[in-house]
């Protein structure tokens, strides 16, 4: 295919909604989808200027869209993609076969767009596609985002290809909980229970910090996700699982599944309970649910946590690509390339701008 798609600006999120619509199951990515984007639109950048583009064939059909929103305008102009922020996992959205061609508009969007001076942040871009040779620029950050390969194999054929340790592990822990409570998991699929669900696991997740906050569901982030879950649980991605003992929620898990694809976003637990090891015997559970249910991939998103290495079996991992324009985008680069030289605390600070 011709890498020379054409650009067409679009007014905003709306104007993409049907093409959106239509390509993101080809992405696999549920971070990619037009219900994502539009809750963080709505809660997390009421008012950033968008950057919304479709790139089509000659014949007039979009082969992807390119959603991006400017995060800063001065003292340097700062583009990055729609969802930065909450999402494990960004890129243009178009069909694997696409990408090489999606990646070079992508490049002219953003061309166009900064002209002489200015920073593209293209974040979280996959490791295992080709984005992140086809759009080029530098390479600022790599992340670990460890998978599960399910590929047809049973949860038992799993479990033989790990560790007798942790075989034994993943068996006992469970029936030991069996054993001495009522376990019980339950899956959120009522609509009336979503918010009483949600607002459990958001407590039981600021129950992990001393401080009860995380940042994860912090300020218009706990809006944004009841806002998206309940349009998941309508269209059948969402995967909200509680597990309680006695009749008590003592942990909970938060994800979802698109296009065959199970993501594992956030979870939570009563450190009461945490010599019972009730996050690691939800965590497997869901595990086996989603091999039962006969998923092609189990995602851990991002972050390369030790218990989640302990399950993954690869990490094809997302990449932050930085494109430089003019003498003050080059001075902005820079000075992200020296903040990861800096304590966690600057550099998260840093990171955090126009996130």
Not at 65 to 85: E, F, K, N, W
Not at 248 to 266: H, K, L, M, N, S
Not at 314 to 339: E, K, Q, Y
Request: charge should be neutral; aromatic fraction near 10%.
């Amino acid at each position: 295919m011709s890498n020379d798609l054409e650009l067409e600006r679009l007014p905003d999120l709306a104007a993409a909604r049907d093409d959106w619509t239509r390509l993101a199951p080809q992405t696999a990515n549920v971070f990619s989808t037009f219900e994502w984007a539009d809750a963080w639109r709505r809660h997390l950048a009421p008012d950033a200027e968008l950057v919304i583009a479709s790139c089509r064939r000659g014949d007039g059909e979009a082969v992807g869209i390119l959603p991006l929103y400017v995060a800063r305008a001065a003292p340097v102009r700062l583009l990055r993609i729609v969802g930065t922020g909450p999402g494990d996992q960004l890129g243009p959205v178009c069909a694997p076969g696409d990408q090489p061609a999606a990646a070079a508009a992508l490049r002219r969007l953003v061309g166009d767009e900064l002209r002489r001076s200015g920073l593209f942040l293209a974040e979280r871009l996959p490791g295992d596609g080709e984005v992140v040779t086809a759009l080029g620029g530098t390479v600022v950050r790599p992340a670990p985002s460890p998978v599960v390969s399910v590929n047809g194999h049973s949860f038992d054929d799993y479990l033989a290809a790990r560790s007798r340790n942790f075989r034994e592990q993943v068996r006992r822990r469970e029936r030991k909980l069996a054993r001495e409570h009522q376990l019980t998991y339950r899956l959120t699929r009522d609509p009336d229970e979503l918010e009483r669900d949600m607002q459990t696991l958001i407590a039981l997740h600021r129950a992990r910090w001393e401080d009860g906050e995380t940042g994860a569901f912090e300020g218009p982030r706990a809006a944004f996700h009841l806002d998206f879950a309940a349009r998941a649980l309508e269209r059948g991605w969402l995967r909200l699982w509680t597990m309680e003992l006695d009749g008590q929620a003592v942990a909970a898990w938060y994800g979802f599944r698109f296009a065959g694809i199970e993501v594992y976003y956030q979870a939570g637990r009563d450190p009461a309970f945490d010599s019972k090891a009730v996050g690691f015997v939800l965590l497997a559970h869901s595990i086996r649910s989603a091999f039962e249910d006969g998923v092609k991939e189990y995602r851990f998103g991002l972050g390369g946590e030790e218990y989640k290495a302990r399950f993954a079996d690869r990490d094809p991992g997302v990449t932050t690509v930085a494109i430089a324009a003019g003498a003050r985008g080059r001075a902005a680069l820079a000075s992200i390339h020296a903040a990861r030289r800096m304590p966690d605390r600057i550099r998260s600070w840093v990171w955090r701008v126009g996130g």
